[in-house]
Structure formats: structure tokens, C-alpha cells
């Protein structure tokens, strides 16, 4: 028993892996070696149409309805939103697929090596509150599913506070539902792609079917095309960004992460078909949440931005079944690649000697599955659109930061064996790039008054919510111009190479020998020779 508690007992097994030499590294951690690089056009393809076919991306259209816009101002809203982060996916997907590293360890080059933990932090505290959400919409579709099989569930005896926005019934349902998932957490990267894949051939035909369900029911005239808006003036317009920003949340924590993924594509090109498939499959998917909710509207005089509300109105018991089973299907998909994929990925850097992706994705399923009260956030559609904009006012910064270092400051040309060295040259100041971090503060702290008003409405700001209303785009809008700015005038010379020095670059055997030294020690140390190994002049 008292070897289980000791450090020693769970340090992961050496790997003859080339950047773990200084201790900053593991197997999960290391770019990915060439015969792991896998992933084609096609598993892009699965993957983001199963990412679209959730219930997060219904219920945001959905919810759109509920705070007062129709379908034709909500549709174009939510397109324009998916169109903006798909360009953003794939400028930091290309990062990810042509150095194939990480996000944890890529964003040490923009944001220094230590600066670089604050964002990873940010990230997994974000990943974690999405995961415990996903995981509470999928226990309401396993409620539908023990519904339809055992109805007398409706009728059990609920022995929680009535304020505690759950029944007993629904954490029972949280639980199993958590259980089912668990399972699908010990996949590794390279085998869940075939998850998406079976999600991308299920889900689809079980919204489509909905859909037909839906204009059968009740015909366009009555239903959609009868639906209208309920706000006007400044109040609309303002909604409008609110909600674009919303479905720029959806996805924003993926679109800086999105590197955890295109670093296991076989080539760049793998990755290029995102802006057209994101925009859309996701658009699509959304219509499909807006036109059953109008319908819904229409049946039962309430709007039903839950899909799950409206599922239990239904009387076909074996219906009722197959659509929850699909959605239980969707949220298993989204939660494992957008949230503990994520996680996992996130939580390497911190602990890499005891830490690997399966480890984190299991600290999350515990931390982020339990700790966190989803039902509360989801308690009504205004506090799903609140929690969406909340967490953008990081997220924006990051991307943008991220690709301007990469695209526009070092136009491509960065060190990977130098990502996983402390003391390397991304250590800019003391580990902290100064420029992100004053990027990171001119846009953070306008828009954090915001958040704190979106949690406690009690606390007035005024019209400074406004600006939190689009904090997404202020924030990678001015976080980009000035870390462009800052690094142009007062430019990080260190961090400048001639070319790129991908991980293929370097030989195995002379990083091995390197003894824990730094990269430019070792360089030094060696003479011109081995050091153009490196592609570098000493």
C-alpha cells in the first residue's frame, strides 16, 4: 500500500524519445514521429462533422430563438461565426500539421516558455467546465433513453433541494452517462478518429430525420416561415453580435488547440479542407436545431432550445430512444476530441515524468466531471449564451497572438528542438514574453467587468457589457495588432531563425548525448559541424 502512494510507483516508463533528455518532455509530448502521421482529408472530414452534429452547437441555435431572433437573422449569424473561426482553425491547424507539436509546447514560442503554462492553465480549466457540461447533456439523453425503456423514471422520488437545478432521477442519469463515457477516454489519438467516423455516419441521419419529422408536423408556412423576431433597434443589434460571438465560443478553445490534432496529419493538405467543411456542416446543423425548435414552438407553445425538452414531449416511445441514443452518441464524440483529448493533451506539460495523455484525460473525467455543476450553467438559455461569452475573452487573445507570432513575426521560421528547452530561445524574459503579456492585458481587463456581470447580474457595469458582448473579436482583433506592434519595435532577436528547424531536422543520437544541456550550450560546445545538423550558425 505504501508504494502505491509513492511518486516513484506511477513515473511513466523512459522512452527512447529525443526531446524527454532534459526532463521536458514524454512520449505524448514529442512531435509526432512520421509513421504516426495518419490522419487524411477524410478523417478531417468525420471529425468535424462529427464535432458539428452536437448538442452544444443545437442548443446554441436553439437558444437564439429563445432570446428573441428569428431563424433568418439567427442562420446568418451563425454562419458568418463559423466562417470567422474556421480561417482561424486552419492557420493555427497548418502550425500544428507542418511542425506536427502540440499546442501545450507550441505556444512556448509566442508566449515564452514559462508564460506559456498560464495559457496551457487557461485551457484545461476550460476544457474541464466544457467537459462537465457535455457530460450533463449527455445524461439527459440517457434519461430519455431509460425513459422510453422504463417510463416510471419520471415518477421517482426526487430527495434534492428544489434549488438545486437537478433531480435525483438526473444525477442518476449523470452517473451512468459518465460511466458509459469513461471507457472511451482510454483511446488513443490515433484509433478515436474511427469514433468520429461512426458518429459522422449516425448522428447526421438521425437530425435529418428530426428535420422531416419537424416540416411533417408542421408545414413551413405555419412553422418556420411564420417564426419572427421579438427585439428591435439597438437591443437587436447588439443580441446579433452576442450571439455571433456565442458561435465563435463554440469552438474558440478548439480553434487554439486545434494543433492537437493536425499534428497527426500526413501533410499539410490533409487539413486545408476545414474553412470549407466547418462553415457548412455546422450551419447545416444548426438549421436542423432552428427548424425542430420552431416546430416545437408551434406543437407546444414553448421554445424547446433543449432538444432533450422536446424529446420527452414525444409519445413514440421507440422514436423517443434512437434520437436520444444518437445525441448520447453526438456528446460522446464532441467530449472526447473537443474537451478530453484537449485536456489530456494540456495536462502533459505540467507533470511530463507522471502525466500522458491517458492520465490527464482520466484527472479530467474525475475533476472536471464531478466538481463542476453543469446544471446550473444550463439552467436557462440567457445563462448558456453568458457561459459561451464568458470564456472568449482569453481564448480570442490566444489565437491571435499565437498566429501572429507564427505567420506575421516569424513568417514561419522557428526552432522545435528549442520549444522544449527552458533555457533555450524562447525563454525571452525570464520565461514571459513581454509582448503577449501586454497583449493579453489590454484586452482581458476591459472585458473581464463583463464576465464578472454575466455571473453576478447584481454587479452594474453599464455599457461596459458591451463590449464583452463581442469579446471574442476584441480580443484577437487588438491582442493580434499589438503583439504585432510590440514585437516589430522592441523585437525578441534570440528568438529569429533563417529557417525552420522542424523536429525531422535534428539527429536523434547528438540530442540524446546532450546531457540535460541547453540546445544553444550543446551547439556551442560542438563546433560548426554537428551544429549544422541543427540548420543554425553558431
Request: charged share 15%.
Amino acid at each position: 500500500m505504501c508504494d502505491f502512494f509513492r511518486p516513484s510507483k506511477w513515473a511513466l516508463e523512459p522512452e527512447e524519445t529525443t526531446f524527454a533528455a532534459h526532463g521536458w518532455s514524454n512520449k505524448d509530448m514529442d512531435p509526432v514521429p512520421p509513421w504516426l502521421r495518419t490522419w487524411t482529408t477524410w478523417n478531417y472530414i468525420s471529425y468535424w462533422l462529427s464535432d458539428a452534429t452536437n448538442l452544444a452547437v443545437w442548443e446554441l441555435a436553439s437558444s437564439m430563438l429563445a432570446v428573441g431572433l428569428s431563424w433568418r437573422q439567427a442562420l446568418p449569424c451563425i454562419a458568418a461565426g463559423y466562417c470567422i473561426i474556421s480561417v482561424v482553425i486552419v492557420l493555427n491547424g497548418t502550425v500544428g500539421a507542418r511542425l506536427h507539436v502540440a499546442f501545450p509546447v507550441l505556444n512556448r514560442s509566442s508566449f515564452g516558455f514559462w508564460f506559456s503554462y498560464f495559457t496551457v492553465f487557461s485551457r484545461v480549466t476550460l476544457s474541464m467546465f466544457w467537459f462537465s457540461i457535455q457530460s450533463y447533456n449527455g445524461s439527459q439523453c440517457v434519461y430519455q433513453m431509460i425513459k422510453a425503456i422504463w417510463p416510471s423514471i419520471a415518477t421517482m422520488p426526487n430527495h434534492l433541494s428544489p434549488n438545486a437545478s437537478i433531480t435525483s432521477s438526473g444525477l442518476l442519469c449523470y452517473f451512468l452517462y459518465w460511466l458509459i463515457q469513461f471507457p472511451f477516454m482510454l483511446l488513443t489519438p490515433h484509433k478515436v478518429r474511427w469514433l468520429f467516423l461512426v458518429k459522422a455516419i449516425v448522428v447526421p441521419i438521425t437530425w435529418l430525420s428530426m428535420v422531416i419529422w419537424a416540416f411533417v408536423r408542421v408545414p413551413l408556412s405555419d412553422g418556420l416561415f411564420s417564426q419572427h423576431a421579438t427585439i428591435t433597434g439597438p437591443q437587436f443589434s447588439w443580441t446579433w453580435l452576442s450571439a455571433m460571438n456565442s458561435a465563435l465560443g463554440t469552438y474558440a478553445s478548439l480553434s487554439v488547440n486545434i494543433p492537437d490534432f493536425t499534428r497527426y496529419a500526413k501533410d499539410e493538405k490533409a487539413q486545408f479542407v476545414q474553412p470549407l467543411i466547418i462553415p457548412i456542416a455546422f450551419t447545416l446543423c444548426s438549421f436542423a436545431g432552428i427548424a425542430v425548435t420552431s416546430a416545437g414552438i408551434k406543437l407546444y407553445g414553448e421554445v424547446f432550445w433543449d432538444p432533450m425538452l422536446l424529446i420527452d414531449k414525444w409519445d413514440n416511445r421507440a422514436a423517443a430512444f434512437f434520437a436520444s441514443f444518437a445525441f448520447a452518441l453526438a456528446t460522446i464524440g464532441t467530449n472526447i476530441s473537443a474537451n478530453s483529448l484537449g485536456a489530456g493533451n494540456d495536462m502533459t506539460v505540467f507533470l511530463p515524468k507522471y502525466i500522458n495523455i491517458r492520465r490527464g484525460e482520466i484527472i479530467c473525467a474525475f475533476i472536471g466531471g464531478w466538481a463542476l455543476c453543469p446544471w446550473e450553467i444550463l439552467a436557462n438559455a440567457e445563462g448558456f449564451l453568458s457561459f459561451m461569452n464568458g470564456y472568449t475573452i482569453f481564448l480570442g487573445p490566444f489565437a491571435g497572438i499565437m498566429i501572429t507570432d507564427f505567420w506575421l513575426v516569424h513568417k514561419g521560421k522557428v526552432d522545435v528542438p528549442a520549444m522544449y528547452d527552458p533555457n533555450g530561445r524562447y525563454r525571452y524574459t525570464g520565461g514571459f514574453n513581454w509582448r503577449a503579456v501586454i497583449a493579453m492585458l489590454v484586452t482581458v481587463v476591459p472585458t473581464f467587468p463583463g464576465l464578472v456581470n454575466s455571473i453576478n447580474p447584481a454587479y452594474k457595469i453599464g455599457y461596459a457589457t458591451r463590449l464583452f458582448d463581442i469579446a471574442w473579436m476584441y480580443g484577437f482583433v487588438v491582442a493580434s495588432l499589438v503583439y504585432y506592434v510590440t514585437s516589430v519595435l522592441f523585437p525578441a532577436r534570440d528568438t529569429f531563425v533563417e529557417k525552420l528547424i522542424s523536429a525531422d531536422d535534428a539527429d536523434p543520437s547528438y540530442r540524446h548525448s546532450s546531457g540535460g544541456k541547453s540546445q544553444t550550450d550543446v551547439i556551442n560546445g560542438l563546433g560548426e559541424d554537428l551544429a549544422k545538423d541543427w540548420n543554425v550558425k553558431v
